[in-house]
C-alpha cells in the first residue's frame, strides 16, 4: 500500500527520521521516528492497560493524591507510581519519558 505523501513531503519526513544524517534509517532511527510521529503507539500499551480495569484512563490515577500528582518525576519514579498503581508490566517507562520529555529538562508529573 501506498503512503499519501508528495515526493517532496517524503525527503523532508526522511531526512527528519534520520537522526545523524548519512541517508540511511538505522532501526533505532526507525522506531524514534515511529514514536515521533505516532506517539499512540508508545502509550498504547499504558493506556490498555489503564482501561482493562477502570473505565477512562484517568480513572486509574484517581487514587494519587492531587499533591502528588504535581510532583515533578523522572523515569525511576514515573516507574514506581505505575508499579504501585499496578500498571507498569507491558509499559515501556522509557519511551513514554522519551516522547513526553525528549529533552530530559525537568522530568513529567502523573497529572501530565
Known amino acids: 500500500s501506498k503512503v499519501q505523501l508528495t515526493d517532496s513531503e517524503t525527503t523532508v519526513l526522511f531526512a527528519i527520521v534520520d537522526i545523524n544524517g548519512d ?5 533505532l532511527e526507525f522506531s524514534k521516528g515511529i514514536r515521533f510521529f505516532a506517539p499512540a ?12 480495569s477502570h473505565s477512562r484512563v484517568a480513572d486509574a490515577f484517581a487514587t494519587i493524591s492531587v499533591e502528588r500528582r504535581g510532583v515533578v518525576l523522572h523515569t525511576e519514579g514515573i516507574r514506581e507510581v505505575l508499579a504501585e498503581l499496578e500498571l507498569l508490566e507491558g509499559v515501556h517507562v522509557e519511551a ?8 530530559k529538562e525537568g522530568g513529567l508529573t502523573v497529572s501530565e
Open 23 to 27: 541517508g540511511e534509517l538505522t532501526p
Open 41 to 52: 503507539c508508545v502509550l498504547d500499551d499504558l493506556r490498555l492497560r489503564c482501561l482493562a
Open 96 to 103: 513514554i519519558v522519551d516522547l513526553l520529555e525528549p529533552h
